[in-house]
């Protein structure tokens, strides 16, 4: 029975995104096909000039040509919707909502795609739970994708309205340089728009330029930044014969140096708000609490020896146990006392070693003030109760 169900729920979202991915190729689809109709598309066999050429649709409307270049991009969409891909969810939103605006609240020159693009908006928000897949690839296609169907649509849409410039723009070179300096709001002024139609034109490559283009660099940027995450963490996992501190306390801070200063490898673990005590670039794991599961992300199982030095005895108890239940006595273990009261109970963990530093510094204090000596063999006896640690 709960095979079934599991098998259930994902036909259920397999349908709702092949649901969502079918309508948005027919909204492309209604956006680009009556377009190729106003125009006979053998004519360009009569134009020896392919700007002279867009320039001859003389039938397209304003906003006629972001239409047809949002379309193109709504059925490449569909692919990445389908698979199930946020930034094919992201984009598909974005550009509803574009398409919304185009004929609903501003020109409202085709009403019926409107409404139709906004049912599909409507349905893909409530259903963005069903796009959770990242991938780079992916990522990057529908980046460049929509990169080249933004820029597709500013230079045919400069072409075409090239005598509305200042200079006349009559070559794709120089529409292609338009382009380009709008997407990226330069804006050198040496081409002028000099109509409204013109105006309205440049506006509308500059706002896509800056959503699109922003929205596709920070998009792929912030997953590669989510896979070297995973990367870096694979790479941990795998360092052996290193030691663990877990803990922000001053002592963690000294033990981390003190160890780094002998080239030994060294991995920390604590808390988010804890870890900028420590230097960046660090090995460093943070949990909010401490148990097996972040216990394994610093790969205790192959470490040599981990270093429980909170400043909280019950969250270091915690640890120890974890620790024990996790690797057993396969790894030494290294305790703090913060509170002389617990530390017959925390002897009771049989640590490698137990350190209360209250109790070091009151007996090196008082030996000092009699006039005692101080030796390595009398330090070991204050520090260690049990076994010494072996490097």
Known sequence: ????????????????????????????????????????????????????????????????????????????????????????????????????????????????????????LIYALVNWKL??????????????????????????????????????????????????????????????????EARLFTVSIVILGITMFTTSIVYVLGVFAKDTRAIVGKRLFRMKDHYVIVGASPLSLHTYYGLRKRDLNVMVLCREAEKDRYPAGINIVTAEQVNKESLNKVNLSSAKAVFVLGNSDAENILTVLAAKELVGANIKSILLVNDDQNYDNMKLLHPDLLIS????????LLKMLFGESIDNQIMENLLFSNNILES
């Open 357 to 364: 530093l209250s109790t070091l510094g009151s007996e090196v």
């Open 131 to 196: 796009f959770h897949r990242h991938s780079i690839s992916g990522a990057g296609f529908v980046a460049i994708v929509s990169l080249a169907a933004l820029l597709g649509f500013s230079v045919f849409g400069t072409l075409y309205l090239g005598t509305h410039f200042q200079p006349h723009v009559t070559d794709i070179s120089s529409a292609f340089y338009f382009a380009l300096v709008c997407m990226t709001t330069v804006g050198f002024g040496d081409i002028v728009p000099i109509s409204v």
């Open 1 to 120: 029975m709960k095979r079934d169900a599991i098998y259930k729920y994902i036909r259920s979202v397999e349908l709702a995104r092949a649901l969502l991915a079918v309508l948005i190729l027919m909204d492309g689809l209604w956006m680009v096909v009556p377009l190729l109709f106003k125009q006979n598309v053998r004519a360009l066999e009569h134009h020896l000039d392919f700007a002279k050429w867009i320039q001859s649709f003389d039938a397209l409307r304003l906003l006629d040509i972001p239409q047809f270049a949002i379309g193109i991009l709504f059925i490449i969409l569909a692919f990445p919707v389908y698979r199930g891909l946020r930034i094919g969810w992201l984009f598909s939103s974005f550009m509803l909502f574009i398409v919304v605006l185009m004929n609903l609240l501003l020109a409202r020159e085709n009403v019926m795609i409107g409404t139709f693009s906004l049912i599909l």
